[in-house]
């Protein structure tokens, strides 16, 4: 039987560091910002996250793009 894929929001994953622990390793910090458009191109959400963590003190490391999709039986 055919299976449907419906695509149901983005979750994109912003790493960034905070600062370094006493051996010299960095400290880094997760935040999630769940509710990104799905029809968003991967550059267009990649250049809103640089332009906001770009107002901010903290450098970005990675940022992940989790695409949401439910399966369903047609």
Do not use: C, F, W
């Not at 509710?35 to 996250?49: E, G, L």
């Amino acid at each position: 039987m055919p299976v449907t894929a419906n695509a149901k929001g983005t979750v994109v994953v912003v790493t960034y560091q905070i600062g370094v622990n006493s051996s010299g390793g960095p400290i880094l910090r997760q935040r999630s910002i769940p509710n990104v458009k799905s029809t968003a191109t991967d550059q267009d959400v990649y250049d809103v996250i640089q332009a906001i963590y770009g107002l901010q003190e903290h450098s970005v490391i990675s940022v992940r793009r989790d695409n949401r999709i439910e399966l369903s039986q047609a």
